[in-house]
């Protein structure tokens, strides 16, 4: 696992260290020392801990203006034994969303398994953006099923063409202007019948 690392393509255009909005500010990364890990498995230095012992994270772009976010996740999402949900909505999303944004695009092809609990954090981060979405880019399948099986699909928008996206090749707005599409098209009731 320490060779995974968050994706680095849109540095030179934000960096959650540098932004006095993120809750990363000021953070300092090393190239070299590897200090978190996941289980048994040391993590690259680049992922930031979020005080979970298996989840991980790294906000890769957001941007105020649009009001979205684009974070990738890596390692277990246990919200059973270590309430990760709570943790990620409280030290993270909540700043976010207190800065503006409304919109979010998790990509969550580096997380291995989903351990539930029940869904109130959910349901509140779904509350608290309003007219906005989140939307769970290239999760594993045995994961989604497990988001599916706890009610979660009530809160986050997955599947079709949000399972296997090729999301690198995009620079973050046309991501984001691409993933909007998409979830508008499922919020559209004449989309539906149109199929």
């Not at 953070?27 to 801990?49: C, V």
């Not at 979970?52 to 990738?72: G, M, P, R």
């Not at 769970?136 to 994961?143: E, G, P």
């Not at 090749?169 to 046309?174: A, E, I, N, S």
Request: aromatic share 18%; glycine share 6%; proline share 3%.
């Amino acid at each position: 696992m320490h060779t995974i690392e968050p994706y680095w393509n849109w540095r030179n255009l934000y960096a959650a260290e540098l932004d006095e909005q993120s809750p990363f500010y000021g953070r300092e990364y090393s190239e070299t020392f590897y200090t978190d890990a996941i289980y048994d498995h040391y993590i690259h230095p680049q992922w930031d801990n979020i005080g979970s012992a298996t989840l991980f994270i790294k906000i890769l772009y957001v941007e105020y203006e649009d009001q979205f976010a684009i974070i990738e996740l890596i390692g277990e999402w246990n919200d059973t034994l270590n309430n990760d949900i709570m943790t990620l909505k409280r030290d993270i999303i909540d700043a976010l969303i207190d800065a503006g944004i409304n919109k979010f695009i998790i990509v969550g092809e580096s997380v291995m398994n989903f351990h539930s609990s029940d869904d109130c954090y959910y349901e509140e981060w779904f509350e608290d953006v309003e007219d906005g979405w989140i939307a769970a880019l290239n999760f594993r399948q045995h994961v989604l099923n497990d988001f599916t099986s706890t009610g979660i699909d009530n809160y986050l928008i997955y599947g079709g063409a949000l399972n296997d996206f090729e999301w690198t090749t995009f620079r973050p707005l046309q991501l984001f202007q691409k993933i909007e599409k998409m979830v508008e098209k499922r919020f559209d009731p004449g989309f539906m019948l149109a199929e």
